[in-house]
């Protein structure tokens, strides 16, 4: 596979000037390293979050967790739904990042 083609997708989600839509596109992206740029880019917003919280790739959900708990901590608007289901995610590093997170929002 040649470069190009291979980092394409990662240069789409990594645009800041992605639009919601192609990131919620790009949630379906069968690399998880792209549906994880998706949820940190800076349009991304409650579309692609429901979307991440739900991800099968637990990296995909932790980097949500965590970026989601540095929005809650800076004060900048988190949908408490989002973080309300991942205070209840399998893993534990997602679930305390998602906790912290509410406390911030409460």
Known sequence: MA?????????RVMSPLASEESLVGAMANPDPGVRAW???NPQAGEVVWALAAQDPDVL??????EHLAQRA??????????LSQLAGDEDPRVRDLAQRALYWVR
């Open 60 to 65: 995909v959900r932790r980097g949500l967790a």
């Open 3 to 11: 470069w190009n083609s291979w980092m394409a997708p990662y240069r």
């Open 73 to 82: 901590a800076a004060h900048r608007p988190v949908p408490v739904g989002v």
């Open 38 to 40: 998706a949820v940190v």
